[in-house]
């Protein structure tokens, strides 16, 4: 530990927002284990408190129950090794598109209903066995104003993350170097994609950029790969083989890699039975709103059966907000955009008290719409203060108790669909576009597209590490699978068919909430309408 | 055809036949493209469809059918013609077929639009799968211009002469008929369409349309499914193949059934169940959606049968929002959709209106700051959705509010200028004309008449009023009586009260019409004037009534108060038994109520109007019950066309002349000391001298002075190849397709040096001879570069078919009178007028006289320019062709008596006008059937004239560019005299008698279908094919000028957009008309939110170009220079663009108390500009700041 315990402790409290007397600040150094103090002090501090004070502290170490295991640190190295949770994961995502060997129980048990709250529930006594940490978060972080450079540095960013993921795969000749080689020669380039073009005889054209410049490379069309180029998008970081042309000015390509997920990838698991439900796309303020569902599914977390369920992610579209698209206001049942978050505040606050729950914007809430979008601002913080929810940008690496959880929205999976031939990847299977997002390594490649970006120092939409979960909303379809040991998650939503929806022919899947175990990374769908 | 008229047509075509041969003459000693006048004249429609097809024998032969059949019977019938080989000379099926759709679509488009040359590219017979064959109309963007029905026929007239031809029907393929149903939706998205198919209509119509529609691409966005078609060449949309199958044959499906009934060959026994919709649900939605001008009318009809069943409220037509949609900032709105204060509809057509435009009293339009002015495009709520705003002074003017707290009716327009600054409220705008003919055109209800002197005399005439001997008695003034007189006529003749001291009851409620009857018998009276107690109340139920007081601290004023206090039932104290006459009212010493209270059929009626009916004692007339809301639309335009930049001759210089393309610093050129100085290597068409075999560029040999041809090379074979008759050339060899264009070297030094001597033209005659960069032409063939530097020295430049052009907005008029067009009687008479509207001699320059249908009035900077363009003309003569002058003009009078050329966009057709006079408005007025001629309405359309000469001289087809449209805006024909019965027909639907009957204004009120009283008032139509039908064009108002009012709108003079917002946010808080609320968040809803949202997502997505080189890049380099040039990058869209209005937005928010949804979309809008254009770490400080 490099740092005294006072100042640490100052630090953590400071990162959670508070204050504490010169004294408070002793008595939790002085504690057995200062981190668990703090954490508890913290939990328990009065809702209006800013700085701690030494009774309080005092009081909270007297509580502390003295079996309290330590939290934090959960790594992945962690998970057990007599579980097997690959080969179970491996046959979900194979099974049934919507959910889990477990099957989806379809409706909440009438008996749950009116369950008396308030009570001390089971959940509560583990609160100190939780985790929470965040990685990736915009948040705080966004140094970009707008300039060319910023746009250079986040494209940049992304070609170094995602090329060294290649370029143990592959021998990558810069694009400079393919134009001095000679004629015939094997070769390969690691290069984000420029411009994909077919050729007058239907073969395809993949132009391929690294630092140096741009090389074509020529799929032909009856090449097993040349079904990969219509998956391919705009911008995302892909590597070539093959044999360059006799005069050398295009390579043809004989192989295609993308930077994917590793099919060994051994996901972290939490050390004991907990869950989290995974939803979305709430949209309190819409007309459409489906309140009842909701207030069905938070019924139900207070019923004993969903004791272990001790987390609640939320993946954007809190509310419906204003300004959207055009006319929104006539479809508004709260026009004001301060009033839609307050309801939405009471709406979290039928969940019960004890659960831990963190929460990115999407594409309706009040923030940018570019992407990374950073977290909610203190003004909105303020209006959503209940249960001291956790903010944090889209995208967000989550973990929890181990689980790392990659949470992004999801607006580019509209482009991932609209761009991909074929029926598979659909808005009626959403994870297979998630599973082709995985692939690329990145959550939302094409820029110019559908997507908006915001230039920043880095690209903070790669997937850098590969996550055990990859949680999307967005779509307002339920989708549930597993690409090489990652559990895909996509919510369905909270809001009825609205008109637009109507007019394209999309049918949402409402109500629905994924539970997630994070021991085995199964997952329940429990229906509430 | 009436002799007056026949001589005016003969006259007109001898003075066009006298210039012809001069430009004849002229054109054979110059070296133009072709050695004599391009366009050819065209008596009628049967010769300008020739003309344009350039089909011989097509005229004859649509003559000999006119007479017998209808324009589309005709249109089959010449398919027969075409198949047999008896008109035209194809050899090819396939060129049989486009002859007969091409002349088809000409036919049904009277010759004028550019659509049968531009809207279809050509025909071709393919194979079906199964071996047959099948034929394909390849269609262009500009078919739009035919419109529905003449695109639906197109598709008719290929499949009946397939049929007469034995080939077989198109058979698609699945994956063709899919991409149908993909291409037409996309285009519709992309582009729009005005009937939106659906798939399955698409799919069926694909399926079935016997012939194939195919097309070119005319987008860059790409279909994602059926791709690389084999059949289908591209992946893009074909906007003419969408236009003809979902606005033609989806939308016209009723109309083509019609003909196909007809023929026994052809059969489309699936437009059955397209019409009928059993193609499922969609079909029906089509039929609902195609008959929707029915539907809509039919439901109105429904309305207004309810509204006049109900008990409680009088017939009114509903409000309309649709012309507040799109709001542009900067263009005000003038009244909200029928709300009070708002203009007033009366009826009539005026001398300088109808044809889609509406009259607004000069005051008005300079109490609304100047936006409106003579030519303003105005959006209107009703009948049509926008017109042309004319000057018409015999309505009435606005009411203001001043400062001072005068309320006062502004009758002239001297008055609104003096009292403008002062002018603190605009309670009312006054008078808008519509004419009768407007809500035919329309098929809009009418919609009840506000009560008007013209409707009033003839309730008196029938009260038993000799209105004759009123009329000529110095006494009495009919249309604006004195009150002591309205008050006796109304109860001695017991007929309504005179519309000048008709109130607006209906604009207040019983409540306040009650407390104003109570306030009026409590005045006080001071110097005759009726004091009021200065109750907030009482003011606002005058200002509503558009009673004209004063406002002062200590009372309300009112001056001539006598009518007001009998319409309130307001008598004599002493002598309440019997009705006071206004004089004796005036003296009486105490005022009383004549009634205790009001019925209750008063009380529940929604306004006071049943209140004054039963207490005043005589009868009152709903005096505005329509308001008509309008917003600004365009501006009006008069400014010469010139391209950008700028041309004076059509010789390619390159780059050589910089941005300005200056030929001077060209003949410098010389990058390199070792470069000879303006030799330029551009791409022009190579020629071969057919007598010495010279090769050259030029038109005509250098050395003997032969019009040269154009010489094919292939570049492959050496084979020197000739055009066939479509003009195509092909390398007999090898087969592919050539063109005479190359790279050539050419001497511009030495053109420029020749071309100043052969004129006689120092360099220092004109500021800057400027050229193009490149000719876009086929053949590449350049202008003499003499005619450029006499464009140059008389500051004219040219068009990109060599004409010299001026762009007016079009207005109509149908009588002028001498003096306002600032000429006198004796040009008037010279030009063959010799009577006045009424039949007298023609001997004063203010007699008004009944337009012909060809002559026109030039704005005053079109006049400077077509003297310009003469004296150019005159040298062009004299110094370069080496004939006599032409014009020889010394002064504007000079251009009475000269022809000019009338010619509109996306047409290719001319019409010959002369010009009688000049206007100070900014627009071109001309009849209505000359407007019509040109395929023009006058609802703020603009078109431009060119002076007869110049055009002749300079036109030549082979200028225009060699690309989709290029033909179009060109005269490819003129016509000489005009056939009333062979124009657009909407100009058939002016009305022409003199005045309307009462029976008429009395339908408005029971809002009658224009068709029902289609006998109660004359509209062109009726003439047609007459003697009279050129003439007896009447109109109900005069106007003492036809260009009263501002000069120019405001929204020209004000500088910024900025400038422009504020004064339209300044107006809408004056206008009681007006919310200005609602402006301010439709401002901020159409214009900055847009704006803000669009540059933000633009931003996020750009695209990135080199500032150094230009090249673009969709997404920026990882290398982060250019990759071209090395070259320094840059983004397109910058913070700056995107939050430019962010600031002002906010601002107009908080002033006009916009919606909080409004002002919290900006806030939200504002922090999202600020968390991508802002830095977190050096922005606020956190808690760990302090630490």
């Known amino acids: 530990m490099p740092l005294e315990p006072p100042v640490r402790v100052v630090r953590e409290l400071t990162s959670r927002g508070y204050n504490a007397d010169r004294e408070a600040v002793t008595l939790l150094a002085g504690a057995d284990d200062p981190a668990d103090a703090v954490e508890r002090a913290v939990d328990e501090a009065p809702a209006d408190a800013l700085t701690l004070t030494a009774d309080h502290v005092r009081g909270v170490l007297a509580d502390a129950t003295p079996d309290a295991e330590p939290t934090g640190a959960g790594g992945p190295s962690d998970s057990d090794a007599d579980s097997t949770p690959a080969d179970r994961h491996t046959t979900s995502s194979t099974g049934t598109e919507t959910t889990t060997d477990r099957g989806a129980e379809v409706t909440t048990p009438p008996e749950t209903k009116g369950v008396e709250r308030g009570g001390e529930s089971a959940r509560d006594a583990n609160a100190d066995l939780r985790s929470v940490d965040v990685a990736g978060d915009i948040t705080g972080e966004s140094t970009g104003t707008g300039e060319y450079k910023h746009f250079v540095a986040t494209f940049r960013d992304r070609y170094d993350k995602l090329s060294k993921k290649l370029r143990g795969r592959v021998n990558h000749r810069p694009t400079d170097a393919l134009d001095s080689m000679p004629g015939g020669s094997e070769a390969a380039v690691v290069g984000m994609v420029n411009d994909v073009r077919s050729t007058a005889s239907g073969h395809w054209l993949v132009e391929l950029e690294d630092t140096n410049g741009v090389f074509p490379a020529l799929v032909m069309k009856d090449r097993d790969i040349a079904a990969h180029v219509d998956e391919l998008l705009m911008d995302e970081v892909i590597a070539v083989e093959g044999t360059l042309s006799d005069d050398g000015g295009i390579i043809f390509a004989d192989d295609l890699h993308f930077p994917d997920i590793p099919r060994t990838h051994d996901p972290s698991t939490a050390d004991r039975h907990v869950q989290a439900a995974l939803v979305s796309d709430v949209h309190v303020g819409s007309q459409e709103f489906a309140g009842e569902a909701w207030d069905a599914f938070a019924d139900w977390l207070h019923t004993p059966e969903a004791e272990t369920v001790e987390y609640l992610l939320v993946a954007g579209d809190m509310v419906e907000g204003v300004g959207v698209y055009p006319d929104q206001d006539e479809e508004l049942d709260i026009v004001d955009l301060y009033e839609q978050y307050e309801a939405f505040s009471e709406r979290l606050k039928d969940v019960p008290g004890d659960m831990e729950i963190v929460m990115i914007p999407g594409n309706h809430d009040a923030v940018r719409l570019a992407e990374p979008q950073p977290a909610f601002d203190e003004e909105l913080r303020d209006i959503m203060s209940a249960h001291d929810a956790q903010f944090t940008g889209n995208p967000s690496t989550v973990t929890i108790e181990g689980v790392s959880v990659l949470m992004y929205h999801g607006v580019s999976i509209d482009e991932v669909i609209a761009e991909y031939p074929g029926d598979e990847v659909s808005y009626d299977h959403p994870h297979r576009a998630m599973e082709h997002l995985l692939r690329k390594r990145h959550v939302a490649p094409q820029f110019g597209g559908r997507t908006r970006l915001a230039p920043e120092e880095k690209d903070y939409l790669v997937v850098d590490e590969v996550p055990d979960v990859f949680h999307t909303g967005h779509v307002h379809k339920l989708g549930v699978g597993g690409y090489h040991n990652v559990r895909l998650v996509n919510s369905g939503c909270w809001q009825h068919q609205t008109e637009f929806q109507k007019s394209v022919n999309i049918d949402p899947d409402v109500a629905t909430a994924p539970i997630l175990d994070l021991d085995t990374l199964d997952v329940t769908v429990r229906k509430f309408v | ?1187």
């Open chain 2, 1 to 1187: 055809m009436r002799p007056e008229d026949e001589a005016y047509f003969e006259s007109l075509e001898s003075d066009l036949d006298d210039a012809f041969d001069v430009a004849e003459r002229a054109k054979r000693r110059g070296d133009d493209p072709k050695p004599e006048v391009e366009i050819p004249v065209a008596k009628d429609m049967a010769d300008r469809v020739e003309n344009i097809l350039g089909i011989d024998g097509v005229a004859e032969r649509v003559r000999d059918l006119e007479g017998e059949m209808s324009r589309e019977e005709a249109a089959l019938e010449l398919v027969e013609d075409f198949v047999e080989g008896t008109v035209g000379d194809y050899e090819t099926d396939a060129g049989k077929v486009e002859g007969a759709v091409r002349t088809a679509v000409a036919l049904l488009t009277e010759g004028v639009v550019a659509a049968p040359i531009e809207g279809i590219d050509r025909v071709e017979v393919n194979a079906n799968d199964d071996g047959t064959e099948y034929v394909a109309v390849y269609y262009a963007g500009p078919i739009r211009s035919a419109g529905g029905t003449a695109q639906a026929l197109s598709v008719l007239v290929a499949d009946y002469a397939r049929s007469l031809l034995d080939i077989d029907e198109f058979k698609p393929r699945d994956d063709e008929i899919e991409r149908y149903a993909e291409e037409v939706a996309l285009y519709d998205s992309e582009t729009g369409l005005q009937y939106s198919p659906k798939d399955k209509e698409t799919k069926f119509i694909t399926e079935n349309c016997p012939v194939m529609l195919d097309g070119e691409a005319t987008g860059n966005e790409e279909v994602d499914g059926f791709r690389d078609l084999e059949r289908i060449d591209t992946n893009s949309p074909r906007g003419g193949m969408c236009l003809v199958l979902a606005e033609g044959i989806a939308l016209k499906a009723p109309k083509i059934q019609r003909y196909t009934r007809n023929l026994d060959e052809v059969e489309w026994p699936w437009l059955q169940d397209l019409i009928d919709g059993t193609i499922g649900e969609d079909a029906g939605d089509d039929e609902a959606d195609g008959e929707d001008g029915e539907s809509d009318a039919a439901s109105d009809d429904g309305d207004a049968e309810d509204a006049g069943d109900e008990p409680d409220g009088p017939p009114r037509v509903d409000p309309s929002y649709k012309f507040l949609q799109d709001l542009i900032a900067g263009r005000p709105v003038f009244g909200h959709p029928s709300k009070e204060g708002g203009f007033r509809l009366r009826y009539g057509r005026a001398r300088n209106h109808g044809f889609a435009t509406a009259g607004v009293h000069p005051a008005t339009m300079h109490l609304l700051d100047d936006f409106l002015a003579t030519g303003t495009q105005i959006k209107t709520e009703r009948p049509g959705k926008a017109a042309g705003v004319v000057p018409v002074d015999s309505i009435e003017g606005p009411t203001v509010k001043l400062a001072n707290g005068d309320v006062r009716h502004i009758e002239s327009p001297e008055d609104a200028l003096e009292v403008r600054n002062g002018v603190v409220e605009i309670l009312d705008v006054g008078e808008y004309l519509v004419n009768y003919g407007e809500f035919v055109e329309n098929n809009h209800e009418l919609a009840p008449a506000s009560y008007s002197p013209e409707w009033w005399v003839q309730d008196f005439a029938d009260a038993g009023a000799d209105v004759q001997a009123l009329r000529d008695s110095p006494f009495a003034d009919l249309d604006d009586p004195d009150a002591d007189q309205a008050i006796e006529w109304a109860t001695e003749y017991d007929a309504p009260l005179h519309p000048a001291y008709t109130y607006l009851w209906h604009d207040v409620t019983v409540e306040q019409f009650v407390a104003l009857a109570d306030a009026v018998v409590d005045a006080e009276r001071e110097d005759g004037d009726l004091a009021l107690a200065p109750d907030d109340e009482v003011r606002a139920t005058l200002e509503a009534l558009l009673v004209e007081h004063r406002q002062r601290e200590d009372a309300l004023y009112v001056p001539d108060w006598v009518p007001l206090a009998r319409s309130l039932g307001v008598g004599e104290a002493r002598s309440a038994s019997e009705s006071p006459s206004g004089a004796s009212l005036r003296e009486a010493e105490d005022l009383a109520k004549e009634w205790d209270s009001l019925s209750a059929d008063a009380r529940d009626w929604p306004n006071a109007m049943r209140a004054v009916e039963e207490v005043a004692p005589f009868d009152v007339q709903e005096r505005a019950p329509t308001r008509i809301g309008n917003r600004m639309g365009r501006p009006e335009k008069s400014e010469s066309r010139d391209l950008s930049p700028a041309v004076h001759t059509l010789f390619p210089i390159g780059e050589a002349g910089g941005a300005q393309r200056d030929v001077g610093d060209a003949a410098r050129y010389a990058p390199d000391m070792a470069d000879t100085p303006g030799e330029i290597d551009v791409r022009l068409g190579e020629r071969v001298c057919p007598d010495c075999d010279e090769h050259t560029y030029e038109a005509t040999c250098p050395d003997c002075d032969t019009w040269t041809d154009p010489h094919y090379e292939c570049p492959d074979c050496g084979i020197t190849a000739e055009p066939d008759e479509s003009g195509r050339v092909e390398c007999p060899r090898c087969e592919r397709e050539l063109d005479n264009v190359e790279t050539q070297t050419v001497d511009v030094q030495d053109e420029y040096r020749s071309a100043l001597q052969s004129v006689g033209e120092r360099e220092n005659a004109f500021d800057v001879l400027k050229g193009v960069q490149g000719l876009m032409s086929s053949e590449k063939v350049p202008e003499p570069m003499e005619k450029g530097v006499l464009r140059a020295k008389h500051d004219v430049t040219a068009f990109k078919d060599g004409t010299v052009r001026y762009d007016m907005t079009d207005l109509p008029v149908t009588a002028v009178r001498p003096r306002e067009l600032d000429v006198t009687v004796d040009h008037f008479r010279d030009l063959g007028y010799d009577e006045d509207i009424h039949g007298d001699p023609l001997e004063h320059d203010d007699q008004l006289v009944e337009l012909r249908v060809q002559d026109v009035v030039l704005s005053d900077g079109a006049a400077e320019h077509m003297l310009q363009t003469a004296d150019f003309v005159d040298d062009l003569l004299t110094e370069y062709y080496g004939l006599d002058s032409f014009y020889e003009l010394d002064e504007r009078d000079d251009l009475v008596g000269e022809l000019v050329f009338g010619m509109a966009p996306h047409t290719s057709a001319a019409v010959v006008g002369r010009i009688i006079g000049f206007t100070s408005a900014a627009v071109g007025y001309a009849h209505p059937y000359f407007h019509a001629a040109k395929r023009r309405n006058c609802d703020g359309d603009e078109d431009c004239v060119m002076l007869l000469m110049d055009g002749l001289l300079n036109f030549s087809k082979s200028f225009l560019p060699d690309k989709r449209g290029g033909q179009m805006d060109a005269p490819l024909v003129m016509s000489s005299r005009i056939d009333p019965s062979e124009i657009d027909d909407e100009a058939h639907n002016v009305d022409i008698d003199r005045e309307y009957p009462k029976e008429f204004y009395e339908a408005s009120r029971e809002m009658a279908d224009p068709g029902e009283v289609d006998d109660l008032v004359t509209i062109a139509e009726e003439t047609l094919g007459t003697d009279e039908e050129y003439t007896g064009f009447g109109h109900t108002h005069d106007t003492t000028d036809i260009h009263l009012g501002p000069a120019l709108s405001a929204y020209k003079t004000l500088g910024s957009m900025m400038d422009k917002m504020d004064a339209q946010l300044e107006l809408s808080r004056k206008l009681r008309s007006v919310d200005e609320t609602d402006v301010a968040e439709r401002v901020i809803e159409f214009h900055f939110l847009p704006d803000l949202i669009g540059n933000l997502r633009a931003f996020s997505r750009q695209e990135t170009r080199c500032l150094d080189c230009g090249e673009k890049y969709r997404r920026m380099p990882l290398t982060g220079d250019c990759r071209e040039c090395g070259g320094r990058v840059n983004l397109t869209v910058h913070e700056g663009s995107v939050n430019k209005y962010m600031d002002t937005a906010i601002q107009v928010a908080e002033d006009y108390d916009c919606r909080e949804y409004t002002k919290q979309r900006l806030e939200l809008l504002d922090r999202k500009l600020e968390s991508i254009f802002e830095n977190d770490k050096n922005k606020q400080s956190g808690i760990a700041d302090f630490m």
